[in-house]
């Protein structure tokens, strides 16, 4: 069975420094790793996401990801953070093709940038 | 590109009534879609895989008869929750995957507020 860990429950940081939201997984075989963001009241948008190449994925507003096969984590970054960020975000994984791309969601992690 | 609508957006229902949501892939085709239900302050729990012209999966723990989907076109499949209870109350999230080849990506509605008295 595939799971999804992310260790924090919050993250603050100050407007202009850099954002990390730490995500591990386990997984049989190759994962498909994603990044979702959540507004209020709101549905998930697709962030970026990881399916083979290079280990470090950009994706949309900034953000990007590194792969990290050995450590079988895939930690959601952002250089210089923005108030307009502070949202909850959820990482995800899904085995291979055949398996229907069921996504299995970690907890989440609500980021709070302050001014 | 990518858009995927819900409709209603929120719904009050009176216990012991059934209420009907869709779920439509505006811009592209989905063979797949997904139902997720969300608890408030937690994540998305899967709840089935609806697939076009065909019986949907259901995740184990979630009633068939209780959460009746159909998918009934590429753009379009329907959760009914059927008598539905004051525990159903929830936040309903629909998602699909396009349908083209080597897409692994699921695009996500914007959620309906079902809220049952």
């Known amino acids: 069975a595939q799971s999804v860990a992310q260790p924090e429950d919050q993250v603050n940081v100050a407007e202009g420094n850099p954002l990390t939201v730490k995500c591990t997984y386990s997984v049989s075989g190759n994962p498909y790793l994603f990044w979702y963001v959540q507004y209020p009241n709101r549905g998930l948008q697709f962030l970026l996401k990881?399916?083979?190449?290079?280990?470090l994925v950009k994706g949309s507003y900034g953000f990007e990801a590194e792969f990290n096969k050995s450590q079988t984590s895939f930690h959601l970054k952002k250089p210089s953070a923005l108030v307009s960020d502070s949202a909850l975000y959820f990482c995800a994984v899904s085995p291979l093709k055949a398996a229907g791309n069921k996504l299995t969601f970690g907890g989440g992690t609500r980021v709070l940038v302050k001014p | 590109g990518a858009v995927v609508s819900q409709h209603p957006s929120w719904v009050i229902c009176k216990s012991g009534t059934s209420v009907k949501i869709e779920c439509r892939s505006l811009?592209?085709?989905?063979?797949?879609m997904f139902w997720y239900r969300q608890f408030p302050k937690q994540s998305l729990m899967l709840m089935a895989t609806s697939n076009e012209g065909s019986k949907a999966t259901y995740e184990q723990g979630v009633e068939k008869d209780k959460f009746l989907i159909n998918h009934a076109s590429l753009t379009l499949s329907t959760l009914t929750v059927t008598s539905a209870h004051p525990e159903d109350s929830s936040f309903y999230i629909c998602s699909a995957r396009p349908r083209v080849k080597d897409t692994d990506t699921q695009y996500f509605g914007p959620g309906t507020r079902l809220t049952v008295l």
């Open positions: 811009d592209f085709q989905a063979t797949t």
């Open positions: 990881y399916i083979t190449g290079d280990n």
